[in-house]
T-cell receptor, first 110, second 121 residues
Framework: EDKVVQSPLSLVVHEGDTVTLNCSYE??????LLWYKQEKKAPTFLFML????IEKKSGRLSSILDKKELFSILNITATQTGDSAVYLC??????????FGPGTRLSVLP | EAGVTQFPSHSVIEKGQTVTLRCDPI?????LYWYRRVMGKEIKFLLH????????ESGMPNNRFLAERTGGTYSTLKVQPAELEDSGVYFC???????????????????FGPGTRLTVL
């Protein structure tokens, strides 16, 4: 059965810290890996990764995929209180199905 | 551009009753997905429409759930009769293209709606 594991499940840091969130997966016919940020309501899209070793960046956030070791990391540098959210990792296979991980709850304290 | 909208935002019903959830995707998005998050668990895929056709309904839990997308625009998800374990947040998402088909152009990005919180008492 397809599976996505995220770690840690919960993380508390102070503003200015750098955090690394992990996502590992076991999926047949892997197509892409996606990161979402969920605050109060809808998950908002952050990154889609399809190729190994190519870093995607958006401001203080960056992500990279390792298809050989079957994992991805999401880095957030110089964290701010507005980064507090649940970060979801989802993997898509060629059956067009999406498998979500449990999420990492990040709390950034002032 | 309007995002994905869902109605209602919260529904409280009694066990055995029927509830219908509605999702309006982003205009022009052929792909529409339903997901569910049960308390304490991860988001689970329910089904995927391409226009009005069910592309993949492998995640539908049982035959008490019926999803429709007549005309290929908005979609409804009906639960009849509702059971206690159906409580959770039901998310809808839409995308213009199938995942992985945009060639990096981003047209396959899935945009999520705010969700409908269903509580079955």
């Amino acid at each position: 059965e397809d599976k996505v594991v995220q770690s840690p499940l919960s993380l508390v840091v102070h503003e200015g810290d750098t955090v690394t969130l992990n996502c590992s997966y076991e999926v047949t016919n892997f197509r892409s890996l996606l990161w979402y940020k969920q605050e109060k309501k809808a998950p908002t899209f952050l990154f889609m990764l399809t190729s190994s070793g190519i870093e995607k960046k958006s401001g203080r956030l960056s992500s990279i995929l390792d298809k050989k070791e079957l994992f991805s990391i999401l880095n957030i540098t110089a964290t701010q209180t507005g980064d507090s959210a649940v970060y979801l990792c989802a993997v898509n296979n060629y059956g067009q199905n999406f498998v979500f991980g449990p999420g990492t709850r990040l709390s950034v304290l002032p | 551009e309007a995002g994905v909208t869902q109605f209602p935002s919260h529904s409280v019903i009694e066990k055995g009753q029927t509830v219908t959830l509605r999702c309006d995707p982003i205009s022009g998005h052929d792909n529409l997905y339903w997901y569910r998050r049960v308390m304490g668990k991860e988001i689970k895929f329910l089904l995927h429409f391409v226009k009005e056709s069910k592309q993949d309904e492998s995640g539908m839990p049982n035959n008490r759930f019926l999803a429709e997308r007549t005309g290929g625009t908005y979609s409804t998800l009906k639960v009849q009769p509702a059971e206690l374990e159906d409580s959770g947040v039901y998310f809808c998402a839409s995308s213009q293209d199938l995942p992985g088909t945009s060639g990096g152009g981003g047209t396959d990005t899935q945009y999520f709606g705010p969700g409908t919180r269903l509580t079955v008492l």
